[in-house]
Structures are given as C-alpha cells and as structure tokens.
C-alpha cells in the first residue's frame, strides 16, 4: 500500500488505518469506551488490553517462573532478569 498523506500534511502514513489514528490522536477523539469505568480510548486494541484491569486477565506468562502479566511489553521487561 502506497503511502497516505495525513490529514494535516504533516505526516506521511504508510496505512490508512494510521491515518484515521492519528487524526482521532490529534482530534482527541477517543471512540472506545470501556464499560465497566467509562474510561476512552483511541485503539480497540488499548481497550482490550484495559479490560483485563477490570478481569485480572494475565495472558503472558514468564516461562521460568510462571509469573503472568497484562500486558506481553512487561512480560519481556521481566524476562530481562533471568
């Protein structure tokens, strides 16, 4: 895909999906709404990942230990002490 131009002219976007973030970014458009605490967001992907503050949801376990986490960024932040 070629890339897009942004909305504004300042950037260039190799997607169009990039696009309509960073213009919900720079807009302060947050369309996802968590319904447990109302708190929005600008991804689906942040609120799923949100979400399991509600669930305690851990998906990504350390292996070694079998300690768990939310999100896979602190699970390899952990996996840096072994």
Same mark, same amino acid.
């Given at each position: ?25 720079? #807009?302060? =458009?947050? *369309? +996802?709404? &968590?319904?447990? @605490?109302? !708190?929005? %967001?600008?991804?689906?992907?942040? /609120?799923?990942? $949100?979400?399991?503050?509600? #669930?305690? =949801?851990? *998906? +990504?376990? &350390?292996?070694? @230990?079998? !300690?768990? %986490?939310?999100?896979?960024?602190? /699970?390899?932040? $952990?996996?840096?002490?072994?």
């Amino acid at each position: 895909e070629r890339p897009t131009l942004c909305w504004d002219g300042s950037q260039r976007l190799s997607r169009s999906s990039d696009m309509l973030v960073q213009q919900q970014l720079q #807009t302060r =458009e947050k *369309p +996802y709404e &968590c319904l447990e @605490c109302g !708190k929005n %967001f600008v991804r689906s992907r942040d /609120l799923l990942s $949100h979400h399991r503050v509600h #669930t305690a =949801e851990r *998906p +990504y376990m &350390c292996q070694e @230990c079998r !300690k768990s %986490f939310r999100k896979s960024s602190h /699970l390899i932040r $952990h996996q840096q002490i072994h």
